[in-house]
Structure formats: structure tokens, C-alpha cells
């Protein structure tokens, strides 16, 4: 088999999901293009495992472990995007900005509406 | 490996690339659907038939054990654990028109400009790079077990140590705390 096919269909799956984590809206959603990401590379390894012939098996051996990586990231991932979801009420990435600079037009006290405006969908949600 | 280009006839595809290229067609598709569908609960069962299509693709590449491992942990359970998020998370059911954020216009122009980089680059670096699929098989079970457990066993091992750690963290991380009105303190 030429080993451009498998080259390229995994150039362009992570393209797919580089897309998709730029976005996504939803964290969720975040963690499935991540998902694609992780795929892509591990079709790479297989297929260059398989041209190169290595004795070791050192292209599926890390396939495995990327594999097993990638279940935990999910399961740490979302029990985060649950705790962010019971504490403030969305799981929608653009409105955690708690750590982002205030935008110029944007004073404190609307900063603080905000917050408060979290906080009651928190406790409706709770 | 000049002399490849000779052997392999450039516009006569074998049945195996014919199939790779089909079943390929179908993962970036459900794939691309993935990532564009407005309806949350639909880019889950997408992604079902992106990972499912990689694992035909590990079949065709001969890698038969990654491909069952493919099915079990991705299919089986990193999908279904998606799913409970996307419930837990009241994901609304039905078109959601606000799914993608206002940038993707410029993860547009990110996502082609790295597609178009990397295509390039790969399909001009293995233009006359041939896989022999004929050879031994380089991926059954037999084969993977053997040098798992004979060359990787350390990395084996402290990888139960990484998966025992998420499990720990993920329970202290969704356990509800005793505090005042069921809040995790901040």
C-alpha cells in the first residue's frame, strides 16, 4: 500500500479536529475533536510501525498507550466539565473567562453582574 | 526505493488501497459531520463511525489487535462516557443554533492552512514509499502480546499506575462535597 494514503488521511483527520477545537462551543464537544486529534496520530503510528517493520513494536506498543492515555484525559476531562457544569451552570467554554483580561469597554461592576448572573443559574441548576 | 516507483504502477491501486481510500472517505466524512452538526447528541454517534472506520483501517493495515482495542475502548466506552456527559450536562436535545462560537471563521482559516501544510508536506515526503503488506503479519495478538509484555513492560506497568491515578481523581473530582448546600468549596 502506498504510504501516502494513510499519511494524508491522517493529516486531514487532525485538521478535522484542529477545526473543532477551535470552534466548539460546548466542552463536550471540545473533548470529541480532541478525541479525533489523538486518532489521527494513532493511525500515523500504526502505518509507519507497520512500513519501517520495527522489531520492537515500538509504533503499536505506543498506539496502546496513547489509546489507554486517551480514555483517562476523557474520563479526568469530563468529571472537570461536570464539576464546571453543577458550579456554574454552563458547560459553554466561551463564558468561563474568569481568568481573561477585562475587555477595555467592559467595567468592573458589569464583571460583577455577571458573576452574579452565574451564580443564580448555579444554584437553579443545583 | 526509487525502484519502488517501477514495481507499484502509480494509477493501478491494489484492492487493499482501493478499500483504505473508501473506508477513509467515510471516516473524514463522518468525522468533518462531527465537528459541524448542530445537534449535540448526533456529533457523539458521528464520532462512533469516525473511530469504527479507523478501526477498519488498522484491520487493512494489519493491525488486528489495535483494531479490537480501537472497537473496545473507543467505541465502547470512551463514546458511551461522552454520552452521560452530554446528558449530565442537560444537553439541550435537538438543534442547538448557538454550538459553534463566533470565531470559526478563523478556525476555519487555521484548520485549512494546517491541512493544506501537512498534506503537502507528507504526500511529497512519501510520494515513492510503499507499505509491504505481504511480509509477516506485523500486528496479530500473538505478536503485540509477546512485545508488550517481553520490551514494554515497565511503561505497561506504569500505566496502570496513570489509569489507577484518573479513576482516583476522577471520583475525588464528581463526588459531591458534604458542604453547606451541596457546593464544592471554591
Do not use: C
Not at chain 1, 24 to 50: C, G, K, P, T, Y
Amino acid at each position: 500500500m502506498h504510504l501516502a494514503y494513510p499519511a494524508v488521511l491522517a493529516a486531514l483527520l487532525f485538521s478535522v479536529g484542529v477545526y473543532g477545537v477551535l470552534a466548539r462551543r460546548n466542552a463536550i464537544l471540545v473533548l470529541m475533536s480532541v478525541e479525533l486529534m489523538l486518532n489521527a496520530v494513532n493511525l500515523n503510528l500504526v502505518a509507519f510501525d507497520v512500513w519501517l517493520r520495527d522489531t520492537l513494536h515500538a509504533g503499536q506498543a505506543l498506539t496502546l498507550f496513547v489509546i489507554v492515555i486517551a480514555a483517562a484525559e476523557i474520563g479526568i476531562g469530563l468529571a472537570i466539565v461536570l464539576l464546571v457544569y453543577r458550579n456554574r451552570g454552563t458547560s459553554d467554554i466561551d463564558q468561563l473567562t474568569d481568568l481573561a483580561e477585562p475587555a477595555p469597554g467592559q467595567g468592573p461592576a458589569q464583571r460583577e453582574d455577571q458573576a452574579e448572573e452565574a451564580e443564580e443559574k448555579a444554584e437553579a441548576a443545583a | 526505493m526509487t525502484l519502488a516507483g517501477q514495481v507499484h504502477g502509480f494509477l493501478s491501486p491494489t484492492g487493499v488501497e482501493i478499500a483504505f481510500v473508501l473506508v477513509g472517505i467515510a471516516t473524514l466524512g463522518a468525522a468533518l459531520v462531527t465537528v459541524t452538526t448542530k445537534q449535540l447528541v448526533h456529533a457523539a454517534l458521528w464520532l462512533v463511525v469516525a473511530l469504527g472506520g479507523l478501526a477498519v483501517e488498522y484491520l487493512l493495515l494489519t493491525a488486528e489487535f489495535i483494531a479490537w482495542v480501537q472497537v473496545l475502548i473507543y467505541v465502547g466506552s470512551v463514546v458511551v462516557l461522552l454520552l452521560f456527559g452530554l446528558m449530565l450536562t442537560k444537553a439541550p436535545i435537538g438543534r442547538s443554533p448557538d454550538a459553534d462560537s463566533e470565531n470559526r471563521w478563523a478556525a476555519l482559516v487555521v484548520a485549512l492552512a494546517a491541512a493544506a501544510t501537512l498534506v503537502w508536506v507528507v504526500a511529497d515526503a512519501f510520494r515513492t514509499t510503499w507499505i509491504n503488506l505481504d511480509g509477516t503479519v506485523q500486528g496479530s495478538t500473538k505478536i503485540t502480546g509477546e512485545t508488550l509484555f517481553s520490551h514494554w513492560v515497565l511503561p505497561f506497568e506504569a500505566l496502570s499506575v496513570l489509569l489507577l491515578a484518573a479513576l482516583v481523581g476522577a471520583v475525588v473530582l464528581s463526588r459531591r462535597s458534604s458542604s453547606a448546600n451541596g457546593r464544592a468549596p471554591r
